[in-house]
């Protein structure tokens, strides 16, 4: 590691966290960000000098974070599971840290408020000082003590215009790009949600009544002069930074439907530069819907299989596992197909290297999840499934309650409650 002291900030290059996305006490960060220290604040900067992380929070919350996307939205990370304020999040959803965003949060975390916080308020606060101090720095530049100070000024410089009305610009500016995705695939939480966002289509031929992921643009695909556009533009944007992804998600909602997939996968790949990540392994996740799924001829699943990438990972909303739930929920499709898109996802985790199939479940009050038991007993799936609770019909102790019996089922079956982000 290097470190410099500048008056009154530390800047520290090559603090590097974990390439694996395991968080491990000490070192619960990833990749190679810029650290800087200001105040009683760490600053997490990405390569091209936009905040990404602030840690440094007082006594209570002193494992706790906030953390930036790309959408410019804030997380609260909350790894303060000891307080009894929420239940521990490991066995629940596979993170050591619940990931709060205040929008689309698990029942058990409604009320959360931790973005309100004062301490948050004030280390943004402590955030917009540090700009204003970067900015007179680099007007001045005093002498410091480092063998190479241009690495230095070069991220000052850099940081020194990424305030938070510049951060919302080009939050703005991606959107602009691709139109954003407001459900990221459940998979996603593997790389802590770390992915670029290309699209392949967009919106969805289906008009799910419970449906929080379609967006608000019609159904249409995408032509390869628009995917070249948005590559070429998000790889300019990502910058330097794209050392810090190795994972690329392909929206929106049924990205297996594009004629265009692997062209787009191979150019995605290319272009963010997976393969020389310094996070280990390439990761491309996608939804498809069950009926895409079924049609995919096994000479398809093979070329996906060729892709650089080390893992696919395909999600599909089966949703519920009898025809009168599914009726009730509007989801097009029947509960034979459910069980037929599962033995499907079972043979192909059971035998294929490289691509993944995981699936997703709804949770109500108004049912039992016993169909979805039975389901996954008589489709003999293996592989991961994410309960999503259906917001505002679905308490905390019935989610919790559903996972732990549909954990039982079968042990071949991760089962885990779907964390909802957006990029
Ligand atoms: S198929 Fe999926 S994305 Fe499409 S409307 Fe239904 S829930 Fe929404």
């Known amino acids: 590691m290097r470190s410099v002291t500048v008056e009154n900030i530390t800047v520290q290059f090559d603090r590097d966290g974990r390439s694996d996305f395991r968080r491990s006490g000490a070192v619960n960060w990833f990749g190679k960000p810029v650290i800087v220290q200001f105040r009683a604040h760490e600053f997490h900067f990405d390569l ?17 974070w906030i953390q930036r996307t790309m959408a410019n939205d804030w997380l609260y990370y909350d790894g303060n599971s000891y307080s009894g304020d929420t239940p521990p999040p490991e066995p629940l959803i596979g993170d050591a840290v619940w990931a709060v965003n205040g929008r689309t949060d698990l029942p058990m975390l409604q009320g959360h408020g931790g973005l309100q916080r004062d301490y948050v308020a004030k280390a943004l606060a402590h955030f917009d000082d540090l700009i204003r101090t970067i900015r007179e720095l680099v007007e001045r530049r005093p002498g410091v003590e480092l063998d190479d100070p241009n690495r230095l000024w070069c991220f000052l410089e850099k940081a020194a215009k990424n305030d938070r009305a510049q951060l919302q610009r080009i939050a703005e500016e991606i959107h602009g790009i691709h139109g954003g995705m407001a459900v990221l695939p459940p998979d996603t939480i593997a790389v802590d949600y770390r992915v670029i966002l290309l699209k392949v289509m967009e919106g969805c031929v289906n008009a799910c009544r419970f449906c929080t992921a379609r967006g608000s643009l019609a159904f249409a695909m995408k032509s390869r002069d628009d995917i070249d556009r948005q590559i070429a533009m998000l790889a ?3 910058g330097e930074d794209r050392l810090n992804y190795n994972s690329v998600v392909l929206g929106e909602c049924d990205a297996l439907l594009s004629p265009e997939l692997e062209y787009a996968a191979t150019q995605a790949y290319e272009a963010f530069a997976c393969g020389a990540s310094c996070l280990t392994g390439a990761n491309l996740f996608l939804f498809a819907t069950n009926k895409t799924f079924l049609a995919q001829s096994e000479a398809a699943l093979d070329r996906l299989e060729a892709l650089p990438f080390d893992r696919i990972a395909i999600n599909i909303g089966w949703e519920a596992g009898s025809d009168k739930v599914l009726r009730h929920l509007g989801k097009p499709q029947t509960a034979r197909g459910v069980l037929a898109g599962m033995e499907r996802a079972g043979v192909i985790n059971r035998t294929r290297k490289k ?32 309960l999503s609770p259906l917001r505002g019909q679905c308490s905390a102790r019935h989610a919790l309650r559903d996972l732990a019996a549909l954990k039982q089922v079968r042990p071949e079956v991760c089962v885990r409650l779907y964390t909802m982000q957006r990029l």
Request: aromatic content about 14%; charged content about 20%; proline content about 2%.
């Open 355 to 386: 691509v993944q199939v995981s699936g997703n479940f709804l949770l109500t009050d108004q049912y039992e999840c016993d169909d979805i038991a039975i389901a996954i007993r008589a489709s003999q799936y293996c592989g991961p499934l994410y």
């Open 236 to 238: 300019a944007i990502y």
């Open 48 to 64: 091209e000098g936009r905040i990404q992380r602030i840690d440094g929070f007082s006594a209570n919350h002193v494992w706790d």
